[in-house]
């Protein structure tokens, strides 16, 4: 079992927004939660983003290229990671809509997002 | 103070608590690890601790709130699950570190424990006690570590116990050196030491297959249910030595480690689930007429997680979970009297109900601050009776009832049972003082010394037990 301390404070640091935000129901909370969600998202997404074949460009050298595919084929892949990531990026996306339309989350897009953060800050099982 | 509180606040105690000890032992190794070297991992331990602490406390009020026992919302469990996953995992994560500190001995009244609890079969040139990781606590034997560890060396060649006579240990996570409840684990582990050394398991299974199966059995199989009878034989050792607080160790662990998951913990073809372990200590207190109330509202905080959780899983793996559950129980039922006729047959003190109800009265002595190692042969009525009866004005007759104070050991079964429900009685108190209070380090301080008090009460008990034992002895 693998547990990152420092994205588990990043995503308290969301949660603690959220729960404020719910409360007040105030304008500058619900921006403090949505730009920590998107620093924990980014956070996880960095962490555990691991590079794959369509990220190897087709203008590199072939033996830079095979290399790259090498390091692609060994790299092992906890269980549930493919779908941890899936989660953080959609309600990434979501996030950076919401604050792109520079509009209040609605409360079942907060409770949506802090369930995203809640199951992706889950330990990954060996 | 609400009488019973939420699931949630008995989580909370158990993550919060872990991660004071951790900051409190830590912060008290400077004397013993100077060295820069270490003061870099004890400085980097206390940092990410502090940062942690802060956290919490930044959520006093909520804290609060869920101590009161009042109603949360979906934010707040939300919230508050965040917080307790991050505490979990952030105490898990830094115990491994305490691995690159110089640490200190087990502490003597260890050994004491040991050998009242597991005489007359505990010997200290044949069993080693030891402070480790959190994760090797859980092994028995050097053996079991180096195959947990998955070490190359003993893949292809187990040691047969003739050849390393000196592998048995009993090992206790670095953190609770000093917590003797956690202590009561130990019991479970003495139990492997039993079986590896006189094969218990191996006739216990012999005679369920030849019983139930006639025989007819691949071998992986025969494998596979001794490795779950070692743990049946583990389980029902410590039961019998200490009651049902023995399982409480795993529960507090299975809360921690349940923090950082959203799966329920599973039977890993060894352990049962640990709602099925508790499943089964009920079942014994049941037989044996103990009525464990004053330890369920932890059990059930376990069972109800667990439940949660596997609510949540695909219908097949729920009829999965079942499945294995029922067959782990049946075959509980088809070798535990055998395995009991082998416990009874050496000579321990078996832990009874009578055991447990002394364990709550001693409790309250707990809870007013006397320690419980020992107690007096009459009780305070027959005392007082005796003695206030008038027999004329020659007060020289009294000498001879002094003997009516004279105070015995308490079973050490009973002091540690006595702990924990004091404990677990304790909670929302201690929780809710903490975070009452008007700053961080206050509110530290405030439960570390509260922990504190309660280990050396029961330190203190312990301690009492051989000395009496000693001067009573024939």
């Given at each position: 079992m693998h547990y990152d301390i420092r994205l588990g404070f990043l995503a308290a640091d969301a949660m603690s927004e959220f729960s404020k935000a719910t409360a007040t129901k105030k304008k500058e909370r619900y921006a403090n939660f949505l730009e920590r969600s998107a620093e924990y998202f980014k956070a996880v997404r960095t962490t555990y983003g691991r590079p794959a074949?369509?990220?190897?460009?087709?203008?590199?050298?072939s033996h830079v290229a095979e290399f790259m595919r090498a390091i692609v084929s060994t790299q092992r892949v906890p269980p549930g990671l493919n779908a941890k990531l899936e989660a953080v990026t959609s309600h990434e996306r979501l996030v950076q809509a919401i604050r792109d339309e520079r509009r209040q989350p609605s409360d079942d897009e907060c409770l949506k997002i802090a369930k995203a953060i809640y199951k992706t800050s889950a330990a990954d099982l060996a | 103070m609400p009488e019973t509180i939420s699931n949630h606040a008995r989580l909370g105690a158990v993550s919060i608590e872990y991660l004071v000890r951790l900051k409190y032992v830590v912060g008290q190794s400077t004397t013993w690890s100077r060295g820069t070297e270490y003061q870099a991992i004890r400085g980097k331990i206390l940092d990410v601790c502090q940062e942690c602490w802060s956290k919490l406390f930044n959520e006093a009020a909520l804290f609060r709130r869920i101590y009161q026992g009042k109603t949360l919302s979906e934010a707040d469990i939300l919230h508050l699950r965040t917080l307790l996953r991050t505490t979990s995992g952030t105490f898990i994560a830094l115990h491994e570190l305490l691995l690159f500190l110089p640490r200190e001995s087990i502490r003597r009244e260890l050994r004491d424990y040991c050998e009242c609890l597991f005489r007359p079969e505990f010997k200290t040139t044949k069993i080693s006690l030891m402070l480790t990781s959190l994760f090797a606590?859980?092994?028995?034997?050097l053996d079991e570590v180096m195959r947990f560890l998955e070490a190359d060396v003993f893949k292809s060649k187990v040691p047969k116990r003739q050849v390393l006579p000196f592998g048995n240990v009993l090992e206790l996570a670095i953190v609770d050196r000093s917590n003797p409840l956690a202590w009561a684990v130990l019991a479970h582990e003495f139990g492997h030491y039993l079986d590896h050394t006189s094969d218990i398991t191996k006739r216990a299974v012999d005679q369920f297959v030849k019983k139930r199966l006639r025989g007819k059995v691949p071998e992986s199989f025969i494998t596979a249910w001794k490795r779950l009878c070692s743990e049946i034989v583990a389980d029902l050792t410590g039961y019998y030595l200490?009651?049902?607080?023995?399982i409480l160790p795993l529960v507090n662990m299975s809360l921690l480690v349940g923090c950082l998951r959203d799966l329920p913990i599973e039977y890993d073809r060894e352990h049962g689930a640990p709602t099925t372990r508790v499943l089964m200590i009920r079942k014994l207190c049941e037989h044996d007429g103990i009525d464990a109330g004053r330890i369920n509202p932890l059990l059930d905080t376990l069972i109800e997680e667990e439940t949660r959780k596997a609510g949540e899983l695909p219908q097949k793996e729920q009829q999965n979970r079942t499945t294995i559950e029922d067959f782990l129980t049946d075959f509980f039922d088809a070798v535990r009297p055998g395995i009991l006729r082998e416990l009874k047959a050496r000579k321990f003190r078996q832990f009874t109900a009578r055991d447990y109800k002394n364990a709550e009265s001693l409790a309250q002595n707990l809870a007013n601050g006397l320690p419980v190692g020992s107690c007096r042969s009459h009780s305070d009525d027959e005392v007082r009776e005796k003695l206030l009866t008038p027999r004329g004005d020659d007060w020289t007759w009294a000498r001879k009832e002094y003997h009516l104070l004279t105070e015995h050991a308490v079973g050490v079964g009973e002091v540690i049972s006595a702990g924990w429900i004091d404990r677990i009685d304790l909670t929302a108190d201690l929780f809710l003082r903490a975070f009452s209070e008007p700053d961080q380090e206050k509110a530290f301080s405030y439960i570390a010394k509260r922990l504190e008090e309660h280990d050396d009460l029961i330190l203190k008990s312990i301690d009492m037990i051989p000395i009496l034992e000693a001067q009573n002895a024939p």
């Open positions: 074949e369509a990220d190897i460009k087709t203008n590199v050298p | 606590a859980f092994e028995y034997s200490l009651g049902p607080c023995s």
